[in-house]
Structures are given as structure tokens and as C-alpha cells.
């Protein structure tokens, strides 16, 4: 890919046909149903190639697809190209797993496959009896469609027979876990906790196909264990992985003998597995009164699985870090992150800061801790103040603004020693800043409006931390 040039990247889901015309949207990505009409609107350079491209697929017993569902944008260097990827397989490792996690039998691994496919300025201009495509499955592994005056002659047919999974977008967009990593994130994981949960849930999508083929029952369980220990075992324990992962299953789902014995069980097919014993543990599992197996490893494991995630992200949904993180974490400790972060961001970009989380730390600073140093507070402002002065120059008024960056240059311009006197600037500054903090009557971005509450939080601490007596 040339850095300079802005190629279009089709993705198509083959596999996955949105009901509502309109589709839905995720992160400037516009996911549509192949409708008619809304192919039929596109750009004729998206939809010569959109239609060409959907004749690569085929589903059931040969038939080639046409109801499908793609979305297309412009990538111009590797970093774009490499977001757009861990985007998708955000996405397709949610839809995946809020379907295969009711365990029925009619959805597949395969309903989620997507296919990048990067059109170059030599496609465009190739010559029209004649096409070559190179499309992506699932950000990772790479096939090669060729077509010859509009056939193509080598179909991507998958080895087992498959129909397009219909989907509503109400059915996408109020599913738990969709919500959870789209909608109540920020509020209920943190620590990149999310990113912890998502490896998990991708392990317990794994355990059904991976790269497009299916899995042996063997590779299945060693996924779902993986999917288990990505779950459950803490990142900087030094207990056995088995320990852990057994002392987590309890705690959360009751100390069920039953339970306990399951797990034993099925650490002992896994490790059986690894070890490669010449006579496995059976794949059934045998209950602790009984004679001969009756549930599958794999079904009662994503049972499990499922219930223990599920218990999870429900008591981060009723009982969030985030008041209990505030007494956890300290100020000096927020202090010196913000610090290193607000450093890295010399663009004052204020969307791009707002996505580093960082204005939710400075809110979370607290006037009862006096563990952050005055001095470090005082380099805080500096690098913060900016942000502040920054917004109130692009979203205010002439005759509010005016006296509010003067106020600002003169905090941002002292040289004094007495950090007293620094104090009743800053208070001078937050007792006007109110005028644009409770303005409601200006319609503002999430990022903007993020910032305010952070800079009244902010002038709130930092007069307060300048006048304490100790350091």
C-alpha cells in the first residue's frame, strides 16, 4: 500500500444480511444490507466493484449469495489500515459471541466472517473483461478471486453448507454485549479490562472455527480452556493456572461440589491433550456417581463460560470500580499519569485527548487526598490549562471568552514562589469559569462537554491543593 495514495477498502459480510435498509453505524463504518437501492446509490466506483466482488461467495449447496451486508471507506498507510482491521474483528468477535453463546445449533462462526478487500488505482483502471482481487478473511488470512469478462471463476465455497444468518438492527444493537463494549464501557471496565474480556470472548469464538476451516474437538477444548484462563486468571499471579482458574469458577458461581469435579475433569482431558496421551480422558463427562458420560466437555465448558462472563460484566454493571477506584488510587498516582499523558499529546488535539481517558482522571482528583506535590500540581495546570484556553477559543463567545483567557495567560504566565498567590488565580478562574461550565444553552460535542466538567473539576482541586498547608 503506497502511504500517499487514499485506496478504497470494501468489506463485505457474505454471510450476514441486516434487515432495516438504513443498517447501523459503528465508528464512522455505515454497515448496510445489500438492498437494491441502497447498492444502487453508491458510487459507481464502489458499486462496480461491491458487485463484482459479491459474486465471489457462494452458500448452501452452490448457490451464489444475495443478501449480504458491506460498508466501504478510504485507507491511505498501515496505521489506518491496521485500525480498520482491529475495528472489524471488534465488532465480529461481539456479533459472534452474542450468538454462539446461546449455543443453538443453527448459527455458525462462519455468519461473521467479513473480507477486506483494497481496490488500488490498477484495479480501477484494469481493463474491464478482466479482474483480479486479493480479499482478506478476517483481518488475517489472504485468497485471490479472479474474474473474466464478469465471471469469476474461482468462488469462495465454504466445506460446510451454510445460509445467510437475517439479523434485525434492534437485535444487534440491544444485545448485552454490544451495549456493554459500545455503550456502558467507559463506565463499566477499566484498565483495559474490556480488551481482557474481548481476547476471552474471541478464545470462546475460536473454539467453533478459526481462519475459516472448522476445529477438531481436541483444538475446540484447548480454545475454551484458553478461553477460561484469558477470563479468569489475573495477569500477575504466581498460583497454577489450574488453582485460579478452579478458586474464580467457585467464587463466582457457587462452591458447587458438582462444579468442582466438572473442572477437575476437564483440566485432565486438556492437559491429556497437550501431553499427547495415547489413550485420551473421554470427551463425555462422566459425574462424580456415575458410570458413563452424559454432557459434553465442550457443551457444559461454553455453558460455564458464558454464565461466568455473564455474572461478571452483571456486577460491573451494578457495582462499577469506579467510586471504589477513587479511594483505591491515589492522587500522586493520577497526577503523575496525567502528567505523561497530557505531555504526549502536544496537537492539543481535544478529540483525540478526550479518547485517552485522561479527563476522567483529572476529575477523579480528590480534595481529601494531599498525596499529589504542589509542585507537580502546578505542572498539571500548565499542561491542562491550554486544553481549557483551546476550547474556549473555538466554542465561546467574543465578550465570555475574553476575560477568561486573560485570566488563564496570567496563570500560565506566573513566576512567583509563593504557590498561596498562585492559588487565589486559580480561584479567581473558577469562580468565573461557571459562566460557560453551567452555560447549557450551547449544544456541544461529548468531547468538549467531557472537557469542562474535567476543568471545573480540575480549578475545584488545585485551589484547594495550593492552599493546604502541607506538601
Not at 18 to 31: C, P, Q, T, V
Not at 387 to 412: A, S
Request: glycine letters at 4%.
Amino acid at each position: 500500500m503506497k502511504n500517499q495514495n487514499k485506496n478504497l477498502v470494501i468489506i463485505i459480510f457474505p454471510y450476514l444480511f441486516i434487515h432495516e435498509r438504513e443498517g447501523f453505524e459503528i465508528n464512522k463504518l455505515k454497515i448496510k444490507p445489500s438492498y437494491e437501492e441502497n447498492v444502487e446509490n453508491e458510487k459507481e466506483q464502489v458499486k462496480k466493484h461491491l458487485l463484482n466482488i459479491a459474486k465471489s461467495f457462494r452458500f448452501g449447496t452452490g448457490q451464489q449469495i444475495f443478501q449480504w451486508s458491506y460498508t466501504f471507506t478510504k485507507v491511505s498507510n498501515t496505521k489506518q489500515w491496521e485500525n480498520l482491521k482491529n475495528e472489524l474483528n471488534k465488532l465480529t468477535i461481539i456479533l459472534r459471541f452474542s450468538q454462539l453463546s446461546d449455543l443453538k445449533e443453527n448459527i455458525s462462526f462462519e455468519h461473521f466472517n467479513y473480507f477486506l478487500f483494497e481496490i488500488t488505482g490498477e484495479q480501477i483502471a484494469a481493463d474491464k473483461d478482466f479482474a483480479y482481487y486479493r480479499g482478506i478473511l478476517n483481518g488475517e488470512s489472504s485468497l485471490n478471486f479472479y474474474f473474466n469478462k464478469g465471471e469469476i471463476h474461482n468462488p469462495y465455497i465454504l466445506q460446510t453448507e451454510l445460509h445467510p444468518l437475517f439479523l434485525t438492527v434492534n437485535q444487534i444493537k440491544e444485545n448485552n454485549y454490544f451495549k456493554t463494549f459500545y455503550f456502558y464501557k467507559n463506565f463499566m471496565l477499566k484498565n483495559d479490562e474490556d480488551k481482557k474480556i474481548l481476547r476471552a470472548m474471541e478464545w470462546f469464538n475460536r473454539s467453533y472455527s478459526h481462519y475459516g476451516r472448522g476445529v477438531d474437538l481436541s483444538e475446540a477444548v484447548l480454545n475454551l480452556h484458553t478461553a477460561f484462563e484469558a477470563l479468569l486468571r489475573p495477569e500477575d499471579e504466581e498460583r497454577g493456572v489450574k488453582t485460579q482458574i478452579k478458586t474464580a469458577l467457585l467464587n463466582i458461581l457457587g462452591h458447587s461440589k458438582e462444579l468442582g469435579l466438572w473442572f477437575d475433569e476437564f483440566w485432565k482431558l486438556r492437559n491429556s491433550i497437550v501431553h499427547g496421551d495415547i489413550t485420551p480422558k473421554p470427551f463425555f463427562y462422566i459425574p462424580s456417581k456415575g458410570k458413563k458420560g452424559h454432557r459434553h466437555h465442550l457443551y457444559i465448558a461454553r455453558k460455564i463460560f458464558v454464565k461466568c462472563l455473564n455474572t461478571i460484566l452483571k456486577i460491573r454493571s451494578d457495582f462499577p470500580l469506579l467510586g471504589l477506584e477513587e479511594e483505591l488510587i491515589s492522587n500522586e498516582v493520577r497526577v503523575d499519569n496525567i502528567i505523561k499523558i497530557l505531555k504526549k499529546q502536544k496537537s492539543h488535539d481535544l478529540e483525540r485527548i478526550y479518547k485517552t481517558g485522561v479527563l476522567e482522571l483529572i476529575s477523579g482528583l480528590r480534595r481529601d487526598d494531599i498525596s499529589a506535590e504542589k509542585i507537580k500540581t502546578k505542572k498539571l495546570g500548565e499542561l491542562f490549562l491550554p486544553l481549557v484556553k483551546k476550547d474556549l477559543e473555538n466554542n465561546e463567545k467574543q465578550d465570555i471568552k475574553k476575560n477568561l483567557i486573560e485570566m488563564i495567560n496570567e496563570i500560565l504566565e506566573w513566576q512567583g514562589n509563593n504557590l498561596s498567590n498562585l492559588a487565589l488565580l486559580y480561584s479567581k478562574l473558577r469562580s468565573n469559569y461557571h459562566l460557560v461550565y453551567f452555560n447549557k444553552k450551547i449544544d456541544l460535542p461529548s468531547h468538549v462537554s467531557a472537557l469542562r466538567r474535567s476543568a471545573y473539576d480540575f480549578l475545584n482541586f488545585i485551589t484547594w491543593r495550593l492552599l493546604t498547608m502541607f506538601d
